[in-house]
Nanobody, 118 residues
Framework: QVQLVESGGGLVQAGGSLRLSCATS????????MGWYRQVPGKQRELVAT???????NYADSVKGRFTISRDNAKNTVYLQMNSLEPEDTAIYYC????????????WGKGILVTVSS
């Protein structure tokens, strides 16, 4: 069973920075795509950023230029560096591991709260 554990969330003022970490229980080199998603109560979970083997990175338009996703295969950890945070970034952030297959497989962390005050 794949376990994903997020850390690094908390309260920050607008304009500030946070770095989220996602520690995995497996060798992330074997995962096709790692990603971060976020969800606000009452709204759908939305993609924030992904990083894929052989493909690279992908970002939601709302975070381009402010957030950076990276992975450390040696530490089996994925990071999300969040700069210039805005109140609209307030959400629960979830780490995701995705493997393409028949069927596709998704694993999720429990989520971590990020609150940006104005």
């Amino acid at each position: 069973q794949v376990q994903l554990v997020e850390s690094g969330g908390g309260l920050v003022q607008a304009g500030g920075s946070l770095r989220l970490s996602c520690a995995t229980s497996i060798n992330i080199f074997t995962i096709n795509r790692m990603g971060w998603y976020r969800q606000v109560p009452g709204k759908q979970r939305e993609l924030v950023a992904t990083i894929s083997r052989g493909v690279g990175t992908n970002y939601a338009d709302s975070v381009k230029g402010r957030f950076t996703i990276s992975r450390d295969n040696a530490k089996n950890t994925v990071y999300l560096q969040m700069n210039s945070l805005e109140p609209e970034d307030t959400a629960i952030y979830y780490c995701n591991a995705h493997n393409w297959g028949y069927p596709d497989t998704d694993y999720w962390g429990k989520g971590i709260l990020v609150t940006v005050s104005s």
